[in-house]
């Protein structure tokens, strides 16, 4: 039982490429979550979806799209990175009172 | 809206000190109260929970009291380890309990 992963672990990106930021749970959870930390802000969200098929905006959403694709996996996709997108990226799924969190992405944009 | 504010880091203290950190809230129901920790290159994980008034969530060592009147919600440990060194976070939720909000998080440093 790996709970929430996360793939990359780091990235580096030019201003202006895209890529996708990975997450699975194997809890058998509905909802999952995208979370940025950066210095000082503490933890903002991004996206969620509150189960397979649906996703809502969080705080922060400019910048980034999701995809459910199925109860498992939820992606965050950067389709132009900008320098103000460097920041960790973590996924989290919860159940009943508590948030589970993946290990992170560190991403940077130049 | 609502908000958590936290004291400001880091903490730095000597192994087997006493360890507050302070956080208060701000929330227009009557949310539940979490600290989470954050050790260093890790996801945050769940340290203790309280999730109505006068509830004291603990785990570790750590104890938190769910004061309603002040809207604080601060972390103690009697004696402090090197390996409490970690991020903390406090955390409320009052739209069930998926949903968070986070304060900005407190360092804490502590030697031997």
């Known amino acids: 039982n790996a709970g929430v992963t996360q793939t990359p672990k780091f990235q580096v990106l030019k201003t202006g490429q895209s890529m996708t930021l990975q997450c699975a749970q194997d809890m058998n959870h509905n909802s999952m979550y995208w979370y940025r930390q950066d210095p000082g802000m503490g933890l903002r969200l991004i996206y969620y979806?509150?189960?397979?098929?649906?996703?809502d905006k969080g705080e922060v959403p400019n910048g980034y799209n999701v995809s459910r694709l199925n109860k498992r996996e939820f992606s965050l996709r950067l389709e132009s990175a900008a320098p103000s997108q460097t920041s960790v990226y973590f996924c989290?799924?919860?159940?009943?009172?508590?948030?589970?969190f993946g290990p992170g992405t560190r991403l940077t944009v130049l | 809206g609502d908000s958590v504010t936290q004291m400001e880091g880091p903490v730095t203290l000597s192994e087997e000190a006493f360890l507050t950190i302070n956080c208060t809230y701000t929330a227009t129901g009557y949310p539940s109260l979490f600290w989470y920790v954050q050790y260093p290159g890790e996801g945050l994980q769940l340290l203790l929970k309280?999730?109505?008034?006068?509830d004291k969530g603990s785990n570790k060592g750590f104890e938190a009291t769910y004061r309603k009147e002040t809207t604080s919600f601060h972390l103690e440990k009697g004696s402090v380890q090197v390996s409490d060194s970690a991020v903390y976070f406090c955390a409320l939720s009052d739209r069930g309990y998926s949903t968070l909000t986070f304060g900005k998080g407190t360092m804490l440093l502590v030697s031997p």
């Open positions: 309280a999730t109505k008034a006068d």
């Open positions: 979806s509150a189960s397979e098929g649906t996703t």
């Open positions: 989290a799924s919860p159940n009943k009172d508590t948030q589970y």
